[in-house]
Structures are given as C-alpha cells and as structure tokens.
C-alpha cells in the first residue's frame, strides 16, 4: 500500500486518530487534560479550520489577555506597586523631603498598612511620585534596569519569572494559529510594554493599559516625551471594551482574565454575534502559588465566578488544570 | 558559461545591472524617476537591506501616514466634513427643530460661510450632533453607506476613489519591505476605521485619529459603546506624536503628511538616533488636484516649507513627482 493510501484508511479509525495525535507536539504541555483545555483547543480548532461552519478570518482572531494575575503572579501585591515602593525609596534616599508626605514616606519604608490606608488618593500620588517627571525614554530605562534586579519576596525570584507557563504556551499556540494577541492591562501601558515582548512574545503596539497624561516637549532643540503627574486613562471594568474599542477597532474573539476587572472585557468578547471564548482563571493553588477569589484586595473575583456558568465562560483552576505554574529557574 | 557565472560576472557591470533592474517591476510606477523616489527607494533600501550599516528589524520598520491631504484629497472641504453636512441635513429632515440650531442649519443648507464663521465651538456642534448618540456599529454602518453614495463636487466619482495613487503604491511598496503602515490622522478614528481597509489595505487596529467619548451600556442586556457628545482627543500637531507613543509605542522611522498638523510627527520621526525620513506631500497641482500651502484653509502648510529643507525632510511636489494623481475610474 502507498503511503497516502495508509493514511486515508487510518483516517476511519479513531484509535489510529489518537495514536497519530499523540505524535504530534501536544502545544499545551503544562495544561492538563481536562475541560478547559479541550474546550480551548476545539474553539481554536473551529475558528481556524477550513469550511467549519464557526470559522474567522485570521485577520478578525484578535484575543485579548488581562496581565496582572491573568499572565503573571499579582499577589502579595501588583508587580507595578512593588516597582513604585521601590522607585519610592530610591527617591527618598536622595530627596529626603520627600518623606514629608505620608504616602511617600509609608511607600518608602514599606509601611503597606498606612499605604493602604491612603486609598485611592495615596495611590494617585504615588504614581505621580513614582511614575512622572520623566521621559518615556527615561521611565522605560527604570523600568528595565529595575526588572533586572527585584525579587518577589516568596519566590526569591525575579517577578519577570513569576509568568505562567500555561499562559505563555497558549498565547504562542494563539498565535501559531493566525491569532493576534493583545494584552488588556489595569496596569500602567508604559510600564508593561518593557516587559510584554520578552515575557509574553507580544510588541508594544499589542499592550493597552492605564495610563498618565504626556506632553511634547523641545529641550534644546530635542522633542521628548514628558510623563505628567495626572491620570488620564484607567484601562479597567468598563474602560477595557472601549480600550479595546478604541486601540483595536475590532470586538475580540477570545478574552481571558482573572478578575471582576475582566468582567466586562469577557462580557463584550461573548457578547458577539460569532463565535467567542470567554476565560477566567481562579486561583485557588496556595501550595504552588495563591488561593484567592472573593475576599482578595488584589485580583477580587466575585462576579466572574458568580456568573461564569450561565455566561458560558471557562472557568481555570490552576490547581486542577494546570500541572505546572512557573516555568523552572532558567539559573540556580 | 553556466547561468550562476553569467549572472555573478554580470554583478561587476553597472550597466546589466542596470538592464536587470529595467526587467524587475517599479515599484512606484505612478512616481516619476526624480529626485523624491529616488531617496525613498534608497531609504527602503538602506534599512531593509541585511549587512546594511542603517538596517532595521521588520518590527520597528514602523511607517505613519497623514491621511486627509497625503492619502486622500481635503479639498475643497475635509471630507468628514461633507459627511457631517450630509448627516446634518438627514438629521435636520427628521428633526425640523434642529434648524434651531444657527450651526446646524448652516451645515444643512450647505452655508459653508456660515459654517466657517461659527468657529470652532460651531464645528463641535456639529460633530457632537452628526457623530455622537449612536452606537460605535451604528456609526459604522452611517459612514458605510454615506461613502458609497457620496461624490466629490468637483470630480463627481465617490470620495473613495479619490485616494492618491502614489500613495497607495507607496502603502504597498513599504509593506512588501516589511514596514507596518499605520495612519495617524486628525479625522475621527472611526470615521476612517470604516475605510482603511479597503482603501489603503491598513487595518481598523492601524489606524490612530481624534476620538470622542465613548460609554460602555447594556442595552436589553446587550453591552454596546455608546458614542458621546464630547470631544475625547484631538490627534493633531503634538498631539500626533503623543497618540503614537500611546497606539504604537515605537518611534516611526518613516511619516508622511502634508500639512502644519502633521509637523511635530515629522519632527519626533527624525529626531531618531536611528535612520529616519520625514515627506511632506506639497499640493502645487491645480490641474490634476489643487494648488494650496500657506493661505490654505483646509491643510495649510507653512512651517514645514520653511524648515524642510534645513531638517533634510522630502518635499514631494505632486505636479513633477507624480504622474498619476487619481486610480482611472474604474466604471464609466
């Protein structure tokens, strides 16, 4: 029998199906093989395959990533927040004044409590603190300089590492089959388009988060970029769909998320007229990483799981689904 | 002689090469051989070309483009602004009483005097009636419908066909070298979203212009974006720059325009350590198109002839450069 002859005749056999397709490289090694995966793999299998009755045009596959929590560990805290304690102290240190103000000064001396305390005042200054009086050359360099060094206090790694691995395999199996993917942050844009590319393979044209005002400025004779102590976008609730909206122009066709954040990202995604995926990811994994949902000051999921079910969303328990977290220190 | 040893004696004489590049297609048909193709053609070549001192990776080779002036006529009027007196006199059919309104019913019975001397506060009147209060699809399918019934006054063939030629080769020509073409336009983002595609192969996620509010809103349940009377971002002179570090979040290398609005991106492109070139479109065609720079009412261009030459930005004049002005139309 000639070859394609085989191959034909093994098509009517599904033992001989599964047999060949435990060949193939399965693309999503570190998710285990229960419902969330195969629920991802038959919606990306009927939006890309040819003549399926559900298929999109590669130009039309855009899915859309929350980040905090989503692809990389947020607790004890947002990785963002841990940045500006640090950018906090280091400013102290040389401007002692600074330490006049309460929030810098808990910042500063890693009072979290008092911090907390300040609220959403607090946090605005201590991003205006942290975050402004800069270039977006000059920040991108802090931000850089700074991934290379900070550690994640449980982990004792750095937070660049603290990705999830299982995510990183489905955005680049996402992409290996025409999909663009976007990541759809409540964190600053400027801060995670250092960090998008290498961790997650996504350019920084691909990144919409918060942000803070800017303006054009010449310094002898050179425009800059300068970062301005205001807020001007926070990409988070409602404001997802219209950053979406407004940065993409197309509804996604897949949305994950982890938080009451991502709500009306999922909801906007499943709400069209095609086919959608809608995904979130709970954490419920204290041993390998953080059991969180309802009660949690970072990531709160309430809503998502409330109503997960009847919306259609997959639900991913890290604890179930994935059989491993982070990829391995790449050095001891 | 084998072909391979015909082909490498023949690399050491500049006429067959020469003659080879007369058989390999032009690129850039529609561009006569002067001195403004000639520096683009050495440009793509000099950042694309691998071992080249200036080459640039596909993923920065980011391009810009003006649109109203540098892809598409503007005169004698914007052609968003034909769309908005069109929409103001469907409008004002429907709802008599918006004659009320002095902006309104200037707009509605074409009273371009009128509407001019209503400054800017009257052209806000009349995006906020003509675009808002309707649904981010709803507006789409307005500006889709409007484009295929629409003529331009003078050459009576729909605006869509109004688009340079040039510069639809110049789009394509820079894609097959790698380069994204992005638009970066004072119209209305959603506005051109509707027809960048089709008419510049730019997708809606490509495409950065001014905005109005929008509003996330379930309606019977389903989420819609909601259009909103209010002016969001103005995407025009330093505000072009700031929206591409905010859309893109890369420094172009290549942006085209034509007008004193498009200065500063022109400025913040080739302000680059890296290789850069910045065109300016100059409209000195009153047979083919139209005449105008300094006393232009729509597209004024006055900073940008003074400074072009000292900042070694191509002015391109479309009477010399330019062959064919307009695609022949493509039904009688």
Redesign the interface.
């Known amino acids: 029998m000639k070859y394609l002859t085989v191959v034909r005749a093994a098509v009517g056999s599904s033992v001989v199906l599964f047999a060949l397709s435990a060949f193939a490289a399965d693309p999503l090694p570190s998710w285990n093989d229960t419902a969330p995966k195969q629920a991802i793999i038959e919606f990306v299998d009927k939006v890309t395959r040819q003549g399926s009755p559900d298929f999109v045009p590669a130009?039309e596959r855009i899915a859309t990533f929350d980040n905090d929590g989503t692809l990389w560990a947020e607790q004890p805290m947002y990785v963002q927040l841990a940045f500006a304690i640090d950018r906090a102290r280091t400013l102290a240190a040389s401007k002692p004044e600074l330490m006049e103000s309460p929030v810098i000064k808990a910042a500063a001396t890693g009072d979290l409590r008092a911090l907390a305390a300040s609220g959403e005042h607090g946090l605005l200054e201590l991003v205006a603190t942290t975050h402004a009086g800069n270039t977006?050359d000059e920040f991108a360099q802090l931000v850089r300089d700074w991934s290379t060094t900070a550690r994640h206090p449980r982990y004792a790694r750095p937070y660049t590492e603290l990705t999830y691995l299982p995510m990183r395999e489905l955005l680049e199996y996402l992409r290996t089959n025409g999909f663009?993917t976007w990541i759809v942050s409540g964190g600053g844009?400027?801060f995670l388009?250092v960090l998008s590319e290498p961790l997650y393979g996504v350019?920084?044209?691909q990144?919409i988060g918060s942000?803070i005002r800017?303006?054009?400025e010449l310094r002898d004779g050179?425009?800059v970029?300068a970062r301005l102590p205001e807020i001007d976008f926070i990409d988070d609730k409602?404001g997802k769909?219209?950053a979406i909206?407004?940065?993409?122009?197309?509804r996604p066709i897949l949305a994950v998320g982890n938080s009451d954040g991502d709500f009306?990202m999922l909801?906007?995604t499943t709400?069209a007229s095609g086919p959608s995926l809608g995904v979130l990811v709970h954490h419920d994994d204290a041993g390998r990483e953080y059991a969180y949902d309802r009660a949690a000051s970072f990531g709160r999921l309430t809503r998502g799981l409330d109503e997960a079910q009847r919306r259609d969303w997959l639900v991913v328990g890290m604890h179930n689904d994935w059989n491993a977290v982070f990829a391995a220190p790449t050095a001891p």
């Not at 909206?245 to 197309?250: V, W, Y």
């Open positions: 130009a977006t663009r844009i400027e388009r350019p920084p044209e990144v942000s800017t303006q054009y050179t425009p970029i409602a769909p219209l909206q407004k940065f993409i122009g197309r009306e909801e906007w709400a």
